[in-house]
């Protein structure tokens, strides 16, 4: 179908620019930025007055929950979240049930996604089998099928010879791997950031020593292996000035932090509220402060939702027994808008942390708007404010810290390979 997007102001975060522009697409592709091609005649007109054109959103951590957890949501519901919340690419961890640590669930997921016409999914293949740290997983099968990357998910490996054995075997192909910085035995049975919320409310700690004795560990096996490591969900200042020394020293590094931790700290806990159980936990005003500023500077590069989609018993429990994480493929473009806000950030770089940043991070041609590219964009209306009802919500997962909140960015149209895969009114 031919599609012609008008009277929009077009976001190119890859190039820096922001101009209105209209948009042409043909085939699947974008053939046109700012004049039509000869002999185009749209069949689809979108009027985008008042409204933005942006690449579509790059998601680098959004689970799905197939194959395994369909009781708390399913690849339908979760790819209509992904559409509502103008996200055309995401990354997908390999903790489902079972495990992705072979061919024939890689493949088997990306067909089920490849049929819905929606989201492109990048799943991660396990690092080790059944993600236990022991024994390594086939990385050069796995990536045939499909895997852009190799992950241990939440669950760390304990066995430092394991995982050098593994970042080794990664950098003899050129595969990247995906590691939460955390020490197991540092955060054992902890719930909440170590510090003064923590010990009023009673609740076991997990100190910024977790992540900074991981992010040692992690380096130093770089420099041994010459490995590339994407750093997952950093959360503490501390951590963010390691990345930053690691990347001046030039180190192969990538890391992003979750859109929650973005904007939220410990004290936003209040009376053990639990849909703030999160992991890695919320530290305090000075490591949300700190990540904010590594957003600034380009030391974290990505920003991703971190979309874990849990069912109401997994909630509805005491702080330290619910189930950590928190619903986000639909908030992520709002909740970054709002940090540009009150960050003085232009939306154009804000942007790029979910566009082109994550698109580079996974080597992918995505989150631009060049002529030839696939067209994979969303229109959004950045003036128009929505309150987060858990009801409205496309996932079926209603969990976030964010329920009741009045969040600027509304999407008003998500297209997928030149298809027209969600409208709002």
Not at 130 to 147: F, N, P, R, S, W
Not at 169 to 193: E, F, I, N
Not at 345 to 358: D, E, F, N, Q, R
Request: aromatic letters at 6%; proline letters at 5%.
């Amino acid at each position: 179908m031919k599609i012609q997007i008008q009277n929009g102001t077009l976001i190119d975060p890859a190039a820096g620019t922001e101009a209105r522009k209209d948009v042409f697409i043909a085939a699947g592709r974008i053939v046109g930025i700012g004049e039509a091609p000869a002999d185009f005649h749209a069949a689809k007109v979108i009027d985008a007055s008042g409204l933005h054109i942006a690449p579509g959103f790059v998601d680098l951590s959004a689970r799905l929950r197939e194959p395994g957890f369909e009781h708390k949501a399913t690849l339908e519901s979760e790819m209509a979240a992904a559409m509502a919340g103008g996200v055309t690419s995401l990354v997908c961890p390999p903790d489902t049930d079972p495990t992705l640590d072979e061919p024939g669930l890689v493949e088997m997921l990306k067909f089920r996604a490849q049929k819905l016409h929606l989201a492109h999914v990048y799943p991660l293949g396990a690092l080790t089998m059944g993600l236990k740290g022991e024994a390594i997983t086939e990385m050069v099968e796995l990536t045939e099928a499909g895997c852009v990357g190799f992950s241990q998910a939440d669950n760390p490996i304990v066995d430092t010879r394991t995982l050098q054995r593994a970042l080794q075997y990664a950098t003899t192909y050129g595969y990247t791997v995906w590691l939460r910085p955390q020490d197991a035995y540092m955060s054992k049975g902890g719930v909440a950031a170590s510090g003064a919320v923590a010990s009023r409310l009673g609740l076991s700690g997990v100190p910024v020593a977790a992540e900074t004795i991981a992010l040692h560990t992690i380096f130093e096996l770089m420099r041994v292996t010459g490995a590339r490591v994407h750093l997952s969900h950093l959360s503490s200042a501390a951590g963010v000035e390691l990345v930053r020394a690691a990347k001046a020293e030039g180190l192969a590094v990538t890391c992003d932090v979750t859109v929650n931790h973005v904007h939220l700290t410990d004290i936003d806990i209040g009376y053990f509220d639990s849909q703030f159980r999160l992991d890695p936990p919320l530290r305090q005003q000075r490591d949300r402060d700190a990540i904010r500023a590594g957003l600034a500077d380009g030391t974290i590069d990505a920003i991703c939702s971190d979309h874990t989609p849990l069912d109401d018993d997994e909630k509805l429990l005491p702080f330290a027994e619910a189930t950590p994480g928190a619903t986000g493929l639909e908030l992520l473009l709002s909740l970054t808008v709002k940090w540009a806000r009150e960050a003085n950030v232009p939306l154009v770089k804000a942007l790029a942390h979910i566009t082109s940043a994550p698109a580079d991070v996974l080597k992918l041609p995505a989150g631009r708007i060049t002529t030839g590219a696939l067209a994979d964009l969303c229109v959004f209306d950045a003036a128009s404010d929505w309150r987060v009802d858990p009801q409205k919500l496309k996932s079926q997962g209603r969990n976030t810290p964010f329920l009741g909140y009045e969040l600027p960015a509304r999407v008003r149209a998500t297209i997928v390979g030149g298809h027209v895969a969600y409208e709002s009114r």
